[in-house]
């Protein structure tokens, strides 16, 4: 893709925590509007999976870039369907304890820039709703519209309990409000892309909304926000 192209393709950045309710947003804003969709955060779950299959300490930042750099790993329609070597592991990769793992591997330098370029790609016409934590200051700052989804951290463990017990998995409320406390505070405080609203994005706490109320909300946003959108 070259410059251009990478510079007239709108995209609309929706950064915030683990249960802000931004993945499923940027999904289904992704699906009204007919663009394409990025799920970053899949990537780095997918890279630790990978990283744990192959003996790959999570710390080991020549290799895990590497890999990073190579992994062979392909998406269906908006990521419903995740394929690595030739394996779908869409619902591998979404446990819990492969999640506290992604948010280890994220934090190092040479792994998001391995990352970088192939989240850039995903950049194509007619757009693009990009999920995840630095869209929109690191992977897109010049994304005409930058959301930043937040809420508590107890509500967004709650929520993510309901979400894993409704999947037929186990868990534990505490365990999960505990785990989110500490990849806040990874995040929040990496060397590098540290989880924080870019200067320019209009934040949305999501405490008190559910998810239909928090999308009409992005709606309006991007009718307002967005001269060029269709209404």
Not at 31 to 36: A, D, F, I, S
Not at 202 to 207: G, K, Q, Y
Request: proline share 6%; hydrophobic share 45%.
């Amino acid at each position: 893709m070259t410059e251009s192209t990478f510079a007239a393709v709108p995209v609309i950045a929706i950064d915030g925590p683990s249960g802000s309710g931004k993945g499923t947003i940027a999904q289904a804003l992704a699906t009204e509007l007919g663009w394409h969709f990025l799920d970053s955060g899949a990537l780095y779950r997918i890279l630790a999976f990978a990283a744990q299959r192959q003996g790959i300490a999570l710390d080991d930042a020549g290799r895990l870039a590497e890999l990073g750099l190579n992994l062979p790993v392909s998406f269906s329609t908006n990521n419903s369907n995740i394929i690595l070597n030739d394996i779908d592991i869409s619902t591998e990769i979404r446990t819990e304890s492969v999640g506290n793992a992604a948010s280890q591997v994220a934090v190092i330098p040479a792994v998001r820039a391995a990352l970088l370029a192939r989240q850039r790609a995903f950049c194509r016409p007619p757009g693009l709703v990009a999920d995840g934590r630095d869209m929109g200051t690191v992977v897109f700052p010049d994304a005409p519209l930058k959301l930043f989804l937040t809420a508590s951290a107890e509500e967004r463990a709650r929520r993510r309990y309901k979400q894993l017990i409704e999947k037929g998995l186990s868990a534990s409320l505490p365990t999960l409000a505990a785990d989110i406390a500490e990849r806040d505070r990874r995040d929040a405080n990496r060397a590098v892309a540290p989880l924080k609203p870019a200067d320019d994005a209009i934040v949305i706490d999501t405490s008190t909304l559910d998810i239909g109320a928090t999308l009409a909300r992005v709606r309006d946003l991007v009718r307002h926000q967005l001269p060029w959108h269709p209404s």
